[in-house]
């Protein structure tokens, strides 16, 4: 797929001034579909731009195969149900919140603006979104079947598509006021980063705003600090990411790292595995968790019965300890670079 072997995706610098490493397979190492895709992978990390890109590429075919066969599969963690009965006035998430919240710092979004959420997943943004933003139209690319229910009861024009440089015949001419893409981008292969961007690019209304979430993946300064690199072939650091950006037409307006402290998360880690046998940091954890028990209660319990539950969640003091979520605040050490971006 494309340049494999002269130069660096992102930045064009030779590939004689890059070095490569282990591509750390340990989620998905005793599935066969993935190991026959992963195995073989080495991570190729520019010195100038510090981007890391997994080699060979992997055809699209297999790709989907994979997310269709492992990662969305019905006993997988990130297997998505219809939950939109799960979501109510206790379905706070930090992530969605604070993206929305700094996105509305950049541009003040009027009722019957377009939102687009690329790889929405279970559509927690457009939850989100319904509470945070006036009455927008709301569109989303995901391919994911499991989500289309959840999304449909949403109010959600759906795509549900391989979001790709190919994919202009499906929106005509439909432009976007607001272009969400949260921890997708790294999903592609390294190849891909600059033409996804300025497909971007190109969907943008002229005054429209870009956030991007990616990790925060240092590979040149944090390369011993990772246990884990499936399903992911490209890999950020802010100065890849700014470069990918501005090679991509877009005008980067806000760059900060944010969510868990990378000493901290390793950490957290180095804790876990003392006992034996390697477990992921907390907040993985956490986050899995999460996903597995929306899946197990595709119902939400009565409303009288989580105002019991939850009720002193919103007492003053929690209110304050959830402002005060990693997501809310901004840094370098960070294990999640988020920007805004707009047209030039």
Same mark, same amino acid.
């Given at each position: ?14 590939? #004689? ?5 282990? !591509? ?22 520019? *010195? ?9 590429? /992997?055809? *699209? ?5 994979? !997310?269709?066969?492992? !990662? ?47 790889? $929405? ?5 457009? +939850? ?48 976007? #006021? ?14 891909? /980063?600059?033409?996804?961007?300025? !497909? ?19 590979? /040149? ?36 790292? $944010? ?5 901290? +998360? ?70 999640? /670079? ?7």
């Amino acid at each position: 797929m494309g340049n494999e072997n002269s130069f660096c995706p992102i930045c064009s610098s030779e590939k #004689d001034v890059s070095f490569s490493i282990e !591509y750390m397979n340990y989620e998905f190492a005793t599935n066969e579909v993935a190991q026959d895709i992963f195995s073989d992978l080495k991570i190729h990390v520019c *010195k100038r731009c510090g981007f890391g890109w997994a080699l060979p590429s /992997i055809d *699209k075919t297999r790709l989907d195969k994979f !997310y269709s066969d492992v !990662y969305r599969d019905t006993h997988s963690a990130y297997h998505v149900r219809n939950t939109v009965s799960n979501y109510s006035d206790f379905s706070l998430e930090p992530r969605p919140i604070s993206q929305i919240l700094l996105a509305k710092s950049f541009k003040e979004f009027k009722e019957n603006d377009t939102l687009l959420d690329i790889g $929405c997943g279970r559509g927690i943004s457009f +939850w989100i979104a319904r509470k945070l933003l006036p009455k927008m139209r709301l569109f989303a690319v995901e391919p994911d079947q499991f989500s289309h229910p959840t999304l449909k009861s949403l109010g959600v024009q759906l795509y549900p598509i391989y979001f790709d440089r190919y994919s202009g015949p499906v929106f005509g001419s439909q432009r976007f #006021d607001f272009i969400l893409m949260s921890h997708l981008l790294e999903h592609y292969n390294g190849d891909e /980063i600059i033409p996804v961007l300025q !497909y971007i690019q190109t969907l943008l209304t002229d005054d429209g705003i870009f956030l991007c979430e990616v990790p925060n993946s240092d590979l /040149i300064t944090r390369r011993n600090m990772r246990y884990n690199d499936a399903p992911h072939l490209s890999f950020f650091n802010e100065t890849s990411l700014r470069t990918a950006l501005e090679k991509s037409g877009l005008n980067l307006r806000f760059m900060g790292c $944010c969510s868990q402290k990378h000493s901290e +998360w390793w950490e957290e880690y180095i804790k876990s595995t003392r006992n034996g046998g390697k477990q992921e940091p907390a907040d993985g954890r956490l986050n899995r968790i999460s996903r597995i028990t929306s899946n197990l209660f595709p119902e939400s319990p009565p409303k009288e019965y989580l105002k019991k539950l939850y009720g002193k969640l919103f007492s003053t003091q929690n209110v304050f300890k959830f402002l005060s979520s990693d997501d809310f605040q901004y840094g370098s050490e960070g294990t999640c /670079i988020r920007v805004i971006a707009g047209k030039l």
